[in-house]
């Protein structure tokens, strides 16, 4: 019995058309629809595809199944195995084809094809290349259908393929570095999807960041500038006699700064709220009282607050902790590490990160220039700022701000607003590495402090360390007394809406046991990573970009 024509449902392919405002008309339309496009967007093998993906796979097919695509990687005796850097470094000096027998694999970054029997692939691996010269007369023949073979790869492999090829080292024609295959190459991992030469489009490299790795040798050159700098800090502790130690991420209270954590609930202490941390900071100095004398810690650190240039809520920290260091102290091992770290990058950007530009204007040259916190701000603005100390004091710096046409942050606590005048009258002035010294106590509730005789105010024993106007270390003497902590803590809670935050006691017990004088150093290495890579945004120098990123990688389209 032969099947009725569907002509009739042709115009039902339109985009254009719209069935008849029918109940029964439209849900036997939107059912016609839906099974026709799942049949053209998604298979139980291969899954969901487009045209060009269908077009590709289509093209494998014809070759051999897509499973065997895809083989176990396999070493024959008597073939040495290199990566394209080894096998470079290895017979760099050829001239002539050696006889030595060899296998490389790679990815494909070009193909070029000479006539009907020979053809060339670039091969890359670990941002290296190597040009692949595949001649047809020059193959070892298996069997009888050695042509059919070299045909058929011809016709499937093409850029972005993961290839091994065997062979022998020469040089080409051209005086290229070349390794001449002996067998047709073997396709590891074919590329599904077209590799273009570059992307555009934001919103594509959001979703894919690994297509921006493939075309564009920016994101790797961030990477390995961003394990120089970690490499070469960790070394310099190491150097210097300091333990590196790991604290935990999750905790009751995340304390060590000011900050909304984010928190969760672990299965096993479902009536608990946890946090995750938002500073090392507290265990660090946990570890001191228990008696370790030089440590510090490279890791990450959680904020609940806002994307922006220069803030993602997870970044990565790195803080020490001195026994017996002073501010002095912390400011030359500060102006030592970041000149050195200058130096080393330069010396080697032009071989590793030819890519990244050099940050511009700026003399990294010790020592820095340092700027008192309540000076600067009276020198700059022509005010002198009340008593911050006095029960008015939020009041006379409303005014303070009034006087000045200054717009005024929300939530105008003592530490915003003054954190805000920093904003406008200090941070401008430090284009090259400079230390913000002597700030208010009230800025600073884990610092020690004291009365700075020049201002009659109570300041912290802290700097922090700013460059082309951005904060990059922050350090200070640290509060080791449980009883001026408690204050701290209190005045801190008072800063908050309605108070909120509870004190840790935990943390000031563990005081109580008694902590030597010691000195203490945060920095965030992403933006470290964002000044030598001459970034203006975090997102630039992560190599999944911010949290935005991360979230739409797998979000649904």
């Known amino acids: 019995m032969s099947r009725p024509s569907l002509q009739f449902l042709r115009p039902c392919l339109s985009r254009s058309f719209r069935p008849l405002p029918k109940p029964e008309h439209a849900q036997s339309y939107r059912l016609f629809r839906r099974h026709l496009a799942q049949a053209a967007s998604f298979d139980a093998y291969t899954g969901p595809h487009e045209v060009e993906k269908q077009k590709r796979l289509d093209q494998l097919q014809r070759v051999k199944p897509l499973a065997e695509y895809h083989p176990r990687l396999t070493y024959q005796n008597g073939v040495e195995h290199l990566t394209v850097e080894g096998f470079v470094e290895r017979f760099e000096e050829v001239q002539e084809t050696q006889h030595d027998l060899v296998s490389v694999l790679g990815r494909v970054r070009s193909v070029r094809l000479h006539g009907s029997k020979l053809m060339f692939l670039d091969i890359e691996r670990d941002f290296q290349r190597l040009q692949a010269m595949i001649e047809l007369k020059k193959l070892v023949a298996i069997d009888a259908g050695l042509d059919e073979a070299f045909r058929s790869f011809k016709k499937v492999v093409r850029t972005g393929d993961w290839v091994s090829v065997k062979g022998h080292p020469t040089r080409s024609s051209t005086g290229q570095l070349t390794i001449s295959a002996l067998d047709v190459p073997q396709i590891l991992a074919p590329c599904l999807h077209h590799l273009p030469e570059r992307v555009e489009n934001a919103e594509t490299l959001a979703r894919q960041p690994h297509v921006h790795q493939l075309t564009n040798a920016e994101p790797g050159d961030i990477l390995r500038l961003r394990a120089l700098i970690y490499d070469y800090i960790r070394k310099s502790f190491h150097q210097r006699g300091f333990l590196e130690v790991e604290t935990p991420?999750?905790?009751?209270?995340?304390?060590?700064?000011?900050?909304?954590?984010?928190?969760?609930?672990?299965?096993?202490?479902?009536?608990?709220?946890?946090?995750l941390r938002i500073a090392p900071e507290l265990n660090l100095k946990r570890l001191i009282v228990g008696g370790q004398d030089k440590i510090f810690e490279l890791g990450r650190v959680f904020r609940n607050e806002g994307v922006d240039n220069t803030h993602n809520p997870e970044f990565a920290i790195c803080e020490f902790y001195e026994v017996g260091a002073t501010l002095p102290s912390l400011i030359a091992r500060t102006e030592q590490l970041i000149h050195e770290l200058h130096t080393a990058i330069e010396a080697l950007r032009p071989a590793y990160f030819p890519s990244l530009s050099a940050p511009e204007g700026i003399d990294f040259s010790a020592p820095f220039a340092q700027l008192p916190f309540i000076p600067t701000i009276e020198k700059a603005s022509g005010r002198k700022l009340p008593d911050l100390a006095s029960s008015n004091a939020v009041e006379k710096l409303l005014a303070f701000f009034d006087d000045l046409q200054i717009p005024v942050p929300p939530n105008g606590t003592i530490p915003r607003l003054l954190d805000a005048l920093a904003?406008?009258?200090i941070e401008p002035l430090c284009k090259n590495p400079t230390f913000i010294t002597e700030h208010p106590e009230a800025l600073s509730p884990l610092s020690k402090s004291y009365v700075d005789e020049a201002t009659g105010q109570r300041v912290a024993s802290r700097v922090e360390l700013f460059i082309n106007g951005r904060e990059y270390v922050n350090a200070y003497e640290e509060e080791n007394s449980p009883?001026?902590?408690?204050?701290?803590?209190?005045?801190?809670?008072?800063?908050?809406?309605?108070?909120?935050?509870?004190?840790?006691?935990?943390?000031?017990?563990?005081?109580?046991?008694?902590?030597?004088p010691t000195g203490g150093w945060g920095c965030g290495l992403d933006r470290l990573v964002m000044l030598f890579a001459n970034k203006k945004r975090i997102a630039d120098v992560l190599p999944f970009g911010t949290l935005r990123n991360v979230v739409s990688m797998t979000k649904n389209k």
């Open 423 to 425: 904003e406008v009258y």
């Open 483 to 516: 009883f001026e902590q408690r204050r701290k803590f209190i005045m801190q809670q008072s800063f908050r809406p309605e108070g909120q935050g509870a004190i840790d006691e935990s943390y000031l017990e563990a005081l109580e046991w008694g902590m030597p």
């Open 249 to 275: 991420m999750f905790d009751v209270e995340a304390g060590g700064a000011i900050a909304r954590p984010f928190e969760t609930v672990a299965n096993e202490m479902s009536d608990i709220h946890i946090r």
